[in-house]
């Protein structure tokens, strides 16, 4: 059980499109916070260890096909039977860093063109998550992302995916509160402190903030 005095821990998402370096910023601030003395974690979605995780990693391989609202379902199903293991961590004093969520959840499905499949649609499943208190949006070029290497074997890694996907992110970030664009074009330590610096600020104002919201509807 919890003690009144356990100050919460901050639910912190990372999010970009391919090579913007998200996973190298997630282990770099889970460093940099753990040498801060801060309890902290660091999990990714999609995560393919669970069973309905089993069935992404085989749609995004490409071993399995799946109709497109369907296997969007199974993506934010995977967040939902990870959700009681987030807020449980965050009341108990635990720092959760977030290698993508709802946002690439929400832009890639939509970014297929499918006519029943909308960002408005592909939200809703979202709405009652964890809200994450900052969403640290990577940006990167798709010309400085083609220096960091080609693109690997996996569904949505080609051109046309990743250009709607970044005009995509730009709305929905424009409808949602709590996004940190960072220019992930910079060196990796650079990117770095640009992010610790808005993470600190995060942390900092998580007494005024409260507990841990839950994920809204879109704005108009
Ligand atoms: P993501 O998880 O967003 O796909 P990664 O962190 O796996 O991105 O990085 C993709 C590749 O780009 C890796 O080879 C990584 O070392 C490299 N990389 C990441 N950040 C930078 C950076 N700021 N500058 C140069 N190369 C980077
Ligand atoms: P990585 O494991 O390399 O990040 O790629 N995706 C991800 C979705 O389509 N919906 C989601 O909800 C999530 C979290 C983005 C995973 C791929 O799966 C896509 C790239
Ligand atoms: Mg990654």
Redesign the pocket.
Known sequence: SQSASTRRGALIVVEGLDRAGKSSQCEMLREYLSKGGNAVKYI???DRTTPIGQLIDSY?RGSANQDDHSIHLL?SANRWELAKSIEQDIASGTTVIV???SY??AV??AAKGNPTLSLDWAWLPEIGLPRPDICLFLSISAEEAAKRGGYGA?R?ENETMQTRVRELFRSLFGRQEDIAVIDAGKSLEEVSIDIQSVVADCIGRLDATGPLRTLGPLAK
């Open positions: 990714r979605f999609p995004l993506f290698d993508r969520y690439s959840g890639y499905s996996e949505y």
